[in-house]
């Protein structure tokens, strides 16, 4: 890698990173992209009250059960997989997992802490057996020892093969955008969240139903 | 406001507070919410090109059109609203409008900077007649001058009554997911980034496609 002449450059190589590694099926290349206890040793972190707001309502912290095979586009919401539980059950943030971090799938609920984030890595690694990210409409926007980069994530991939003599699942292709969130470590910018989720179409119903969020 | 005695106190009422003004309806709260040019002065900008990534492939920066009515629980694109353009078409990020910020509705494309953001927000709050966000499992994670928070946002909103006696359109309930990134300035935290997203459910699919992102 050759060394970027400023922080939105070094910013912008390490989001390439962590999708290329993503594309090579990478697992050690993409944990080692992602913030870890060490890097968070002075952070401050509180894992909050599973209600708060204006008007606390039903916790709705539980996750849902779901197989761990993701539907495009309409993804599955976890379950437990054959490695255990994806979500921790203690809410505490704090530990030797570097707590701080969180990641969102697309369709998917929050993770946090370096165990699910990166169980969850394996998991979709597992079922996929090409991926290409086409990165469109990048920005980046760096502020002291955080850098935010957005872009539109356009994905292709393909899932292991039927039982037969394909090579490749089917390709489908996904219209994603992603919010990058970067700190600066002495090892380089590392991944401190990741949320992704779906650009979604007028389904062209009858209803004039508005979504208010 | 009570004086919050930690920073992660601090963070929690500045997320309430941005809820809370969603709810009233209160543009100017929301408005002062969302950081600004001047909190942004020495952030370092950069717009990037449209195609970055291991794999340039098509560029997608185009906002689809679409109408100013989202339905639920699939959000309409973008379109060209009363006001005028939603996306601005200058992809630079530097400017008076405190550039740097961006925010992702659910189901929606990014919106960067303050102009397309507060838009947004007008728009929503035109189309919205009473809204309420339960947040639970939130988490707040701080680092130096940057806040990361995660919740889950259990929203029932309703939209402006059909033109009949009915003082509100039907109530309807969504899902959502949100990370929400905060900045540290001389008036209190404020927003740099929310990026909120829905949680999908199974759809009961024969097929075994999978989503591995």
Same mark, same amino acid.
């Given at each position: 890698?050759?060394?970027?002449?400023?922080?939105?450059?070094?910013?912008?190589?390490?989001?390439?990173?962590?999708?290329?590694?993503?594309?090579?099926?990478?697992?050690?290349?993409?944990?080692?992209?992602?913030?870890?206890?060490?890097?968070?040793?002075?952070?401050?972190?509180?894992?909050?009250?599973?209600? *708060?707001?204006?008007?606390?309502?039903?916790?709705? &912290?539980?996750? =849902? $059960?779901? #197989?761990?095979?993701?539907?495009?586009? !309409?993804?599955?919401?976890?379950?437990?997989?054959?490695?255990?539980?994806?979500?921790?059950?203690?809410?505490?943030?704090?530990?030797?997992?570097?707590?701080?971090?969180?990641?969102?799938?697309?369709?998917?609920?929050?993770?946090?802490?370096?165990?699910?984030?990166?169980?969850?890595?394996?998991?979709?690694?597992?079922?996929?057996?090409?991926?290409?990210?086409?990165?469109?409409?990048?920005?980046?926007?760096?502020?002291?020892?955080?850098?935010?980069? *957005?872009?539109?994530?356009?994905?292709?991939?393909? &899932?292991?093969? =039927? $039982?037969? #003599?394909?090579?490749?699942?089917?390709? !489908?292709?996904?219209?994603?955008?992603?919010?990058?969130?970067?700190?600066?470590?002495?090892?380089?910018?590392?991944?401190?969240?990741?949320?992704?989720?779906?650009?979604?179409?007028?389904?062209?119903?009858?209803?004039?139903?508005?979504?208010?969020?």
């Amino acid at each position: 890698m050759t060394r970027a002449r400023t922080d939105v450059e070094q910013v912008e190589l390490a989001n390439t990173a962590f999708y290329e590694a993503l594309e090579r099926g990478d697992f050690d290349g993409v944990s080692d992209l992602w913030l870890d206890a060490a890097d968070l040793a002075d952070a401050e972190t509180y894992a909050g009250t599973p209600d *708060t707001g204006a008007d606390p309502g039903a916790d709705a &912290g539980t996750s =849902p $059960e779901v #197989s761990p095979i993701i539907p495009v586009p !309409v993804p599955v919401p976890l379950t437990d997989a054959d490695d255990g539980d994806l979500h921790d059950t203690d809410d505490t943030d704090h530990g030797s997992d570097g707590p701080a971090i969180s990641c969102v799938h697309p369709g998917w609920p929050v993770l946090t802490g370096r165990g699910e984030v990166l169980r969850s890595y394996a998991l979709i690694m597992a079922n996929t057996e090409y991926i290409q990210f086409f990165l469109t409409d990048l920005k980046v926007s760096v502020a002291g020892d955080t850098a935010l980069v *957005t872009c539109t994530e356009n994905i292709l991939s393909g &899932g292991p093969a =039927p $039982e037969d #003599s394909e090579e490749l699942g089917p390709l !489908v292709g996904q219209l994603v955008v992603a919010t990058n969130v970067f700190r600066r470590t002495p090892d380089g910018w590392k991944l401190w969240s990741h949320h992704a989720s779906p650009v979604l179409a007028d389904s062209g119903d009858d209803e004039d139903d508005e979504t208010p969020s």
